[in-house]
């Protein structure tokens, strides 16, 4: 059974500072997903990491993918407050990607105080 | 661009009752799921459908009906609705191009059963 692990589950921190949430899973899988969700809202994509190694930035946010490790972290720089919401790591339930759904980690809420 | 539409977006049920959460997605999209977010767990998988008239159970069915008649539309049934059941439901819809399985949600319906 595929498993989702994500650590912390709560965060609190300071603007400014940098943190790292991280995401193991079980199994092996080469596809990676993270959402981010605001409070009362549905879930928006963040990133998709492909491949082992996979890098990808959006503004203070950084996504890696360690697929020997089943590792995954999403990295924020200098924090705003406008990045507190819940983040969501998934991996697709069908090595090499399929249509069968995605398997959650129970999501980080991260709260950033000015 | 309407993307994944999903009604009614609150509901309250008293237990025994039965009902069906709509959802619609106009992006000609293959893949559809369901998933129910309960706090602290993350996101879970009811049911999914890989096309139309083809559907298949997730990891938490029991208590539910999907069916798929058209590639649009994917109505989720409830039977007799129990108090367990109050949840979020988020309806999803994906394309599988490259394997890439990026799930499009709908905004959730609110679920309370008393």
């Known amino acids: 059974e595929l498993k989702v692990e994500q650590n912390p589950l709560f965060l609190s921190m300071q603007e400014g500072k940098n943190y790292t949430i991280y995401c193991n899973y079980s199994?092996?899988?080469?596809?990676l997903y993270w959402y981010r969700q605001d409070p009362g809202k549905s879930l928006e994509s963040l990133f998709v990491?492909?491949?082992n190694g996979a890098v990808k930035q959006e503004g203070r946010l950084m996504a890696s993918l360690d697929t020997k490790a089943r590792l995954s972290t999403l990295h924020i720089t200098a924090a705003v407050h406008d990045l507190s919401a819940t983040y969501f790591c998934?991996?697709?339930?069908?090595w090499g990607g399929g249509a069968d759904g995605l398997t959650f980690g129970k999501g980080t809420h991260l709260i950033i105080q000015p | 661009n309407a993307g994944v539409t999903q009604t009614p977006k609150f509901q309250v049920l008293k237990t025994g009752q039965s009902m069906t959460l709509q959802c619609a997605q106009d992006?000609?999209?293959?893949?559809m799921s369901w998933y129910r977010q309960d706090p602290g767990m993350g996101l879970r998988l009811i049911h999914y459908?890989?096309?139309?008239?083809?559907?298949d159970q997730g990891e938490v069915p029991n208590g539910y009906n999907v069916s798929r008649s058209t590639t649009e539309d994917f109505p989720l049934r409830l039977l007799s609705a129990a108090p367990s059941q109050t949840s979020v439901y988020f309806c999803?819809?994906?394309?599988?191009?490259?394997?890439?399985?990026?799930?499009?949600f709908g905004a959730g319906t609110r679920l309370s059963v008393l």
């Open positions: 999803a819809s994906s394309t599988v191009g490259g394997g890439v399985n990026i799930q499009y």
């Open positions: 998934a991996v697709d339930k069908t």
């Open positions: 459908s890989v096309g139309a008239g083809i559907t």
């Open positions: 990491l492909l491949s």
């Open positions: 199994t092996t899988s080469d596809r």
């Open positions: 992006m000609n999209h293959e893949y």
